[in-house]
């Protein structure tokens, strides 16, 4: 213990005489480089510490949580303002597209969640409907083919008659998969467009499903020349009338107005029940099915979305204003081709 202790005050004793050797300026030179080490340790930390934060929030975006990592309270100013540090405010602007982009990707996640739960949907009501005709055909196709019973022709017509339609129904189907997958091919030729519609109006007006409805239509020139597929805009009014019908009550008010503007405007207004807000978001989203109905077959819910389709291969827009309780009006804009 005795020669440790000698041993510590030598060099003790050793090193303080070294440093009274030392030159001014050598130990000026040494205190200098200590407290630029010491700067440059305090300088990282304060300029690197919100790079961890950043950091940490880049992995939980890459991990699927979008959503901003929470701070510490003593990232924060000690003000009501609650205001972060300086050296977060360095990357004020970095944070601030980070935020954007966070919000951007939990947005498009919520969307995403709702769509595929749209197409579940979809996918179960187009099973239903699919089976629903399906049912029919196989029903009265082994009623006919029935050995136990003959029946007569005026019976066999009308079987004929129920599978056929039942078919086209099929087809009708089928068809709109591919309008929705692909976009159509226009066979336009020119033509009266304020004739057509007149026509197509008073077609919808004589189906037995309306006869309960009141429709009217007004034109503010006797005729409008351009050019338009007739089967695909038949389409489209077919559609956006029936839809009007099925989804209102009897005795609602039907009104179909053309005008020229700029270009062709088609309005469709109803005195019905009205869409509500989320329904009219999602009104032309592909596999929508947001209004229920009684009826038996219900739809693809492709309707609106090809209808918007369609208006568009023709170069047009369609908009919609709906109150509840007051009604929906659809303003199509078609351009003047010719």
Avoid at 8 to 24: G, H, N, Q, V
Avoid at 51 to 75: D, V
Avoid at 138 to 163: Q, R
Avoid at 322 to 335: E, M, N
Wanted: net charge neutral; charged share 20%; hydrophobic share 40%.
């Amino acid at each position: 213990m005795y020669i440790l202790l000698l041993f510590s005050f030598s060099y003790l004793s050793d090193t303080l005489t070294w440093f009274k050797r030392l030159d001014y300026s050598m130990v000026k030179a040494v205190y200098v480089v200590f407290v630029t080490l010491i700067f440059c340790l305090w300088y990282g930390w304060y300029t690197g510490a919100p790079l961890f934060h950043l950091l940490e929030w880049l992995k939980q975006l890459a991990s699927g949580t979008y959503e901003e990592p929470k701070l510490k309270e003593r990232f924060y100013q000690r003000t009501k303002m609650r205001k972060l540090h300086r050296s977060y405010q360095i990357y004020d602007e970095l944070i601030l597209y980070m935020r954007r982009l966070t919000s951007k990707l939990n947005q498009n996640e919520i969307a995403r969640i709702e769509l595929e739960e749209m197409r579940k949907d979809w996918i179960a009501g187009v099973s239903h409907d699919m089976k629903t005709p399906l049912s029919y055909i196989k029903g009265y196709t082994a009623m006919m083919l029935s050995p136990d019973y003959v029946w007569t022709e005026e019976e066999k017509e009308k079987f004929i008659c129920i599978i056929q339609e039942k078919a086209l129904y099929i087809e009708q189907l089928i068809e709109d998969f591919q309008i929705s997958q692909f976009t159509p091919t226009l066979n336009t030729k020119k033509q009266d467009i304020v004739e057509f519609i007149r026509c197509a109006v008073i077609d919808i007006a004589n189906n037995p499903q309306a006869q309960h409805y009141h429709f009217s239509f007004h034109a503010e020139v006797p005729h409008i020349y351009t050019y338009f597929d007739e089967k695909l805009m038949l389409r489209i009014f077919y559609n956006l009338l029936m839809n009007t019908i099925i989804h209102n009550p009897m005795g609602t008010q039907i009104h179909t107005d053309v005008k020229l503007e700029e270009q062709v405007l088609i309005t469709i207004s109803d005195n019905g029940i009205g869409i509500n807000q989320k329904n009219v978001q999602h009104l032309f989203d592909r596999y929508y099915r947001g209004t229920s109905t009684d009826t038996p077959e219900a739809g693809t819910g492709l309707g609106m979305f090809i209808v918007q389709q369609l208006i568009s291969a023709h170069g047009g827009t369609i908009e919609v204003k709906s109150i509840q309780g007051k009604g929906t009006t659809f303003l199509i804009y078609l351009p003047i081709q010719g």
